[in-house]
């Protein structure tokens, strides 16, 4: 049996207030930023990494995953991954050349979305967004998970 090509991908949805940045392809489908982890990256060092190189964004709060998600690209590639919300910090969004547009969308906007089910993003409840204890207890504090999009470091 042939082996399968296979890549670890990750995806950030940054919310900003009540809406969250999308980005456009040049082939006019959508995007959240994100990419393939690369090396001995790890998902949070990556997602930073990527979020610098594609929107310029400072620097974004990981608070949690919340969906995993998994599939084929045209070139046969088995990509499998997981997406993670992020909180808007700072940053002006610049676009490098891989898209060609950004919107701040609003929550609803996005069930119209390809990328709504692609990313898990009908997984996502923002009206349970860190409102319990229990949820601050499982997943930290927020601000030791702050992200310098810059070096995907901790900060």
């Known amino acids: 049996m042939p082996a399968i090509d296979t890549g670890y991908g990750v995806k950030g949805l940054i919310l900003k207030g009540d809406k969250v940045l999308v980005l456009s392809k040049p082939n006019g489908g959508y ?18 990494r990527e979020i610098q190189e594609e929107t310029t964004l400072g620097k974004v709060m990981i608070t949690n995953c919340f969906a995993p998600w998994s599939f084929v690209k045209k070139s046969g590639l088995f990509v499998e991954g997981i997406t993670l919300l992020c909180i808007y910090t700072d940053g002006t969004v610049r676009l ?16 119209s979305m390809d990328i709504y089910q692609k990313y898990g993003l009908e997984k996502f409840d923002p009206n349970s967004l860190m409102q319990s204890q229990e949820r601050r207890d499982a997943y930290g504090d927020l601000e030791s998970r702050r992200i310098a999009a810059g070096n995907g470091r901790r900060v």
């Open 31 to 48: 995007d959240l930023p994100g990419g393939r982890v690369e090396g001995s990256e790890n998902s949070l060092d990556c997602l930073g």
């Open 96 to 111: 490098s050349l891989e898209h060609s547009g950004f919107e701040w969308v609003p929550l609803k906007k996005l069930r």
